[in-house]
């Protein structure tokens, strides 16, 4: 920006100039061909600077929209390292207080988001590394969400990429696969929602969904859903809204009902019985999604391809023409 100045002070004086000129008779017209020449850079930078701010602009944009759409908001990543401290036998994260956060002087939170990270223990230990403030020497509480660690440094934030959630994700990816005895996670449960959520019983299944490259290097994973509702014994499929939605109530439900998902036996073991009808269509369900998802997907890494060849093309265009330019 100071480049821009400097060209505009150089350009304005010329300008003036001739202006003065031609309020004293002595010019009749105004020559601007060589200010437009001076100001020819000014105007690049400008026009580079505006692109620059709409090109982070989008790229913002889509990083939220693919955290919504990965559901990796903070509450999520959260329960994912509270789910595999208790697999694994550690202690739990404990809440903690942070001024100006917790106790939340708006009211609005009903849960501490800062935690205290206990003693972990074996290879698990390592993800206390870091936590130690660099000047004070005193041990930081550690946060979840982006918004709350900005700008301070008497938390620590734990990202996706941070070594306690990584730990946490391949822990819970080994337990998809575990089996027998070695397995710990429950591969069935019973959810419980309003009635004005859904009208009859409903099977929903999660499947992981990953895709890679030709180098087997991890292009995208996510976790994917699909079901149906149980009309008369007949498996009616539910499209990806309703499926949401029922997710949703489900878990909304289980917050203000703390321990509420129990159903009477009787039905447990009519629901039991239900499930070899039913367990070829929710297959079939779970591949549908699949394939639509994978087609949107792979359409958007062509178009993101073909959107990254463009402006790598262009900005080599214009760096060679920028030097043949200074060598001319």
Not at 95 to 123: C, H, N
Not at 156 to 174: D, F
């Amino acid at each position: 920006m100071n480049n821009i100045r400097e060209d505009l002070g150089k350009v304005g004086p010329v300008i003036a100039e001739q202006v003065e000129e031609a309020m004293l008779g002595q010019r009749t017209q105004l020559d601007t061909a060589a200010a437009e020449r001076e100001t020819e850079g000014v105007r690049r930078m400008l026009r580079f600077d505006r692109d620059l701010r709409e090109r982070i602009a989008a790229l913002h944009e889509q990083l939220q929209e693919s955290r919504r759409d990965l559901r990796v908001s903070p509450e999520n990543v959260q329960k994912v390292v509270e789910i595999a401290l208790e697999l694994a036998e550690q202690p739990a994260l404990r809440p903690a207080d942070l001024p100006g956060v917790w106790p939340d002087p708006t009211g609005r939170r009903k849960a501490s988001p800062v935690f205290t990270m206990p003693p972990l223990r074996g290879s698990w230990a390592a993800c206390s590394e870091g936590l130690e403030h660099p000047h004070t020497r005193q041990v930081r509480p550690i946060v979840f969400d982006h918004d709350i660690a900005g700008g301070r440094d008497d938390v620590v934030l734990v990202h996706l990429n941070h070594r306690l959630v990584q730990m946490a994700l391949r822990l819970l990816r080994a337990e998809i696969w575990a089996s027998g005895e070695r397995r710990k996670l429950n591969r069935a449960t019973v959810r419980i929602v309003p009635n004005d959520a859904l009208e009859l019983p409903a099977v929903i299944a999660h499947a992981r969904l990953m895709l890679t490259g030709c180098d087997n290097q991890r292009l995208h994973e996510e976790i994917i859903t699909a079901g149906g509702l149980l009309r008369e014994g007949r498996f009616n499929r539910m499209n990806v809204g309703e499926v949401q939605r029922a997710l949703h109530a489900a878990d909304d439900y289980a917050n203000m009902h703390v321990g509420a998902d129990t159903i009477p036996k009787a039905l447990e073991r009519r629901l039991i019985e239900l499930w070899p009808t039913h367990d070829q269509s929710l297959h079939q369900s779970l591949d549908v999604r699949m394939r639509d998802r994978t087609d949107g997907l792979q359409k958007q890494l062509a178009d993101r391809a073909e959107k990254e060849q463009q402006d790598v093309t262009a900005i080599l265009t214009e760096l060679r023409s920028s030097i043949l330019a200074e060598l001319h």
